[in-house]
Every structure is written in structure tokens, then in C-alpha cells.
């Protein structure tokens, strides 16, 4: 009897609050939307770009402060991470930031190629943008191939 209190009492804080997962910080936004965008380069599918959601409308102070970002897979799929962390995006308008790079050795040294144009990388240069005010399942194009000395 004693065991069974016991278990019923650790069952009902378990299930009414204790938070597994890690905290969130202050001021992290109530909403996340589920965000899946598609990137294609010539319209074939980009593989391992770093895909990064910047907020571009600041009226919204509560979300204002967090972006999103992922990484594609190898059919150039990204699912969006908050803070690293939690999966979604909060609402808002986005510029959307592609970028993917290579590296090479030649003659002993490590040279650093951009393989997408270098305006998808800025926030002040990339006409990609994109609004989440729900669920998101969208494909973008980030044009021709290209390989681009990277500037140290």
C-alpha cells in the first residue's frame, strides 16, 4: 500500500509539470510553426547548405529576437530549429540566408569555395524572403552553380 501511494504521487507530479526537456530562455516566444523549405540550386536539390531564417519585421517585440536556422539533407529539405533547440519558427517576416561551402587542398594549403552565390548569404542581398504565420512547406531556387573563392 505504502509503494502504491508512492507511485501514484510521483505519477501525478510527472504528469502534471515536470518539463524534461531542457529550459527555455527568457522571453522565448509562445508560438513555434513547423517550417520545411525545400532548397534546389538549378532546381536539383541542395545538399548540406546552412539555411538560416533572419527576422526582418521588428513590430512584433515578443519574437523580434529569434531566428531559425537548419542544415539540408540530401534532397535539400531543411527543418528550422529555434535556438538550436526546439523545432519551428516563431511568426514573423524572414529573409531567408543560403549558404553552403567547399574546401580544398592545394599545394598544402586549405582554399575555402562559395558554391552559392554569395547575395544569398546577406540579409541586405538576398531577395528571398518568407512569412510564417502557420504551417510552412515551401521550395526555393538559389539559381545557377557556382564556385567562388571565399575572401579570408
Known amino acids: 500500500m505504502k509503494y502504491t501511494i508512492c507511485f501514484i504521487l510521483i505519477s501525478l507530479i510527472v504528469l502534471t509539470g515536470c518539463n524534461f526537456g531542457p529550459a527555455k530562455p527568457n522571453g522565448f ?21 546552412h539555411v538560416s531564417l533572419v527576422r526582418i519585421d521588428e513590430t512584433d517585440t515578443e519574437t523580434k529576437d529569434w531566428g531559425a536556422g537548419g542544415l539540408t539533407n540530401t534532397n535539400g529539405v531543411v527543418k528550422f530549429y529555434t535556438y538550436g533547440k526546439w523545432e519551428g519558427v516563431p511568426p514573423g517576416k524572414y529573409k531567408v540566408l543560403v549558404k553552403k561551402n567547399s574546401l580544398e587542398e592545394t599545394g598544402g594549403r586549405e582554399i575555402s569555395y562559395s558554391l552559392v552565390d554569395e547575395k544569398y548569404a546577406e540579409v541586405e542581398t538576398s531577395p528571398l524572403e518568407l512569412e510564417v504565420a502557420g504551417k510552412i512547406k515551401q521550395t526555393l531556387d538559389v539559381g545557377a552553380a557556382v564556385k567562388k573563392r571565399v575572401k579570408k
Open 29 to 49: 516566444p509562445q508560438k513555434l510553426h513547423s517550417c520545411e523549405l525545400t532548397i534546389q540550386q538549378e532546381k536539383t536539390p541542395l545538399q548540406g547548405a
